[in-house]
């Protein structure tokens, strides 16, 4: 069934409404003339974006921002966040590290 060629994230809308509905992915891509793998790797990803809305991670586009792009103080919000808690994780795994380390040297009897 050919069709005049809409990219799939058109679609995103009458596709979560399908999938609502119960039809399997192989009724989906037939209504629409998509091929199985397009539709999976489309809810992969919609998917992965929505755990990262879940989360709290800011969804950015790929590649360099237009001249006219503005950074929103929610992204601004959502990037300290992200960066505050990779320092948490680090120091964590670095006293994680000191503390082996200490039971390391105090198991082989040093100081």
């Given at each position: 069934m050919p069709r005049s060629y809409r990219h799939i994230k058109e679609y995103e809308l009458e596709i979560l409404e399908l999938k609502s509905q119960g039809k399997t992915n192989r009724e989906i891509c037939e209504k629409f003339g998509f091929e199985l793998k397009q539709l999976k790797n489309f809810i992969n990803r919609?998917?992965?974006?929505?755990?990262?809305?879940?989360?709290?991670?800011?969804l950015k586009r790929k590649g360099r921002p237009?001249?006219?792009y503005v950074?929103?103080?929610q992204?601004?919000?959502?990037?300290?966040?992200?960066i505050l808690a990779r320092k948490?994780?680090?120091?964590?795994?670095l006293e994680m590290e000191n503390e082996l380390m200490r039971d390391f040297l105090s198991l082989t009897e040093r100081k």
């Open positions: 919609y998917n992965t974006n929505q755990r990262k809305l879940e989360a709290g991670i800011a237009p001249k006219d950074v929103s103080e992204d601004k919000v959502a990037e300290l966040r992200y948490e994780a680090k120091i964590k795994r």
